[in-house]
């Protein structure tokens, strides 16, 4: 078949929820894409935070292989191999106790707020629990995580949703601690917030929501779906910050392409939580999944995955501020890591540049409304970034030509 005509087959067949780039992808190799027509793309979008070890890790590969050899499926009404070293792994490299393994970031969100909520009907026997949410927050597409989503956009289709949700401004302590009431079981946030904007959290910021938690025995929800698993320099992103959530939601890096994701509570609250009959899920968790985990996992301890990034990150970063300061049009830099973001001035679209770079071997994706979203496989090299700089510089050109 021709590029066209899967293109075709994809508009007639598929739900039109996304727009879809004009390119048919076949094939990954190291950190790079190749499309149907044999074009060769360096990939700084890695599947949206998603294929951390790039597209050839051998012991990755061989070990889903013999996974699916053995079984890929078994349900949760039974124990299997992979998902107890899976969950013993994932709970040690969260610093928490209890994992509870889900088919996606979206669901992970559910879990914690039915875990929020549960927490505080066994505190105090009532219904009519709030949670205080960011705005200019993602944390996924369901009605229970579009609820604690801080943006309209999103929600305004599918009202009503969820109540019992406030919302405060992220980086200001006092807008959150306004919000506080009697009812108050959690607080969410991204620890980085990603879709928003690439923005990182404060340190005084977080670590006042850890104390205002620990003061009214409120929950503190962390969303690491994409911050965590080594992206901003620590195995998750919190933990730069000398503090530990109550719950920390995790997924995309976690299976490195494997659709699975969890959620991961301390003690006091896996004790006082969801019991049997409370939460399940089919496929969460199943043999195959954990073993894409587990596997993740020992590679990163073995390989030296989080050393790595922050070895590479001032390079990546030194690159992008020098882009900044070459384009009057891209107005700043901001992240954490190997999730960075450029800023673009408000007269230029950020999907005019995805594409032109997209034209020039390079792929990138947007954050927020004018952001330039960098979140490559962290396993990249100099010759990466030299690489994705040369054809960045080169994309930002044609830009500011076309711009005159």
Request: hydrophobic fraction near 40%; aromatic fraction near 8%; charged fraction near 25%.
């Amino acid at each position: 078949m021709t590029t066209n005509e899967y293109k075709e087959m994809s508009e007639k067949y598929l739900l039109h929820t996304y727009n879809r780039y004009p390119v048919v992808l076949e094939k990954g190799e190291d950190v790079y894409l190749y499309d149907t027509d044999g074009n060769k793309y360096l990939d700084f979008a890695a599947g949206i935070a998603v294929y951390a070890l790039g597209y050839s890790n051998k012991k990755f590969a061989d070990a889903l292989k013999d996974q699916i050899d053995k079984v890929i499926h078994t349900s949760n009404l039974y124990y299997n191999v992979p998902t107890a070293l899976a969950s013993e792994k994932l709970a040690k490299a969260t610093g928490l106790d209890k994992v509870f393994f889900t088919n996606s970031g979206t669901e992970a969100i559910e879990g914690a707020i039915k875990v929020a909520r549960k927490y505080a009907w066994l505190k105090e026997g009532t219904t009519d629990h709030e949670i205080i949410a960011m705005r200019h927050s993602f944390h996924g597409r369901s009605l229970g995580a579009l609820s604690v989503t801080g943006n309209d956009h999103y929600q305004e289709p599918f009202r009503p949703l969820i109540g019992g949700i406030r919302f405060a401004d992220f980086n200001d302590l006092d807008s959150v601690r306004s919000q506080i009431t009697q009812k108050t079981c959690a607080i969410i946030l991204e620890t980085v917030q990603g879709e928003g904007g690439i923005y990182p959290a404060d340190k005084e910021f977080i670590q006042g929501v850890r104390r205002l938690c620990d003061e009214n025995d409120i929950l503190m929800i962390l969303d690491e779906i994409q911050c965590g698993m080594g992206r901003t320099g620590t195995m998750f992103a919190y933990q730069d910050y000398g503090i530990l959530p109550d719950v920390v939601t995790c997924a995309k890096a976690i299976g490195a392409g494997i659709p699975v994701g969890a959620f991961v509570l301390n003690k006091k609250t896996a004790e006082n939580s969801l019991v049997p009959g409370d939460h399940g899920t089919t496929y969460g968790g199943n043999p195959l999944a954990a073993r894409a985990v587990s596997t993740v996992l020992d590679i990163y301890k073995e390989d030296g995955i989080v050393e790595h990034v922050n070895e590479i990150t001032p390079y990546l970063e030194k690159k992008l501020d020098e882009l900044a300061q070459k384009y009057d049009f891209i107005t700043g830099r901001r992240g954490k890591g190997l999730m960075q973001g450029l800023i673009v001035a408000p007269e230029y679209k950020p999907g005019e540049i995805i594409n032109t770079a997209r034209e020039n071997g390079l792929l990138i994706i947007s954050a927020g409304t004018d952001v330039l979203r960098l979140v490559p496989p962290l396993v990249i090299t100099k010759a990466h970034i030299d690489e994705m700089a040369e054809k960045l510089d080169a994309a930002l050109a044609q830009t500011a030509s076309e711009k005159k």
